[in-house]
């Protein structure tokens, strides 16, 4: 089994910041990367930012500057820092890991059940 639980998503005035963050669990032998991706009602659910288990961050340019992915390896934890929120950025925001399994061959992509982020002009 594997578990991904995400936290710190709430209501701010433009301007302001939130630090979401996901932790993931169980039967797992590897993770080669975490990622972000939200979701406005009506809308495509796209991809914000990600980060591999070696470190390397990439970033979509709408959001560069102002949002900061990190992780943790040894607690299997990825936080995204969003400052300078922009009513836009308005959207439920999902945790992604890309890992395998321990029962596995390959790699698969585990979602968490999503944080609700609103910003307010």
């Known amino acids: 089994q594997v578990q991904l639980v995400e936290s710190g998503g709430g209501l701010v005035q433009a301007g302001g910041s939130l630090r979401l963050s996901c932790a993931v669990s169980?039967?797992?032998?590897?993770?080669?990367?975490m990622s972000w991706h939200r979701q406005a009602p009506g809308t495509q659910r796209q991809w914000v930012a990600s980060i591999t288990w070696g470190g390397s961050a990439n970033y979509r340019d709408s959001v560069k500057d102002r949002f900061t992915i990190s992780r943790d390896n040894a607690k299997n934890t990825v936080t995204l820092q969003m400052n300078n929120l922009k009513p836009e950025d308005t959207a439920v925001y999902y945790c992604k890991a890309n890992l395998v399994h321990k029962s596995k061959y390959f790699p698969d992509d585990y979602w968490g059940q999503g944080t609700q982020v609103t910003v307010s002009s």
């Open positions: 169980g039967s797992i032998f590897s993770i080669n990367n």
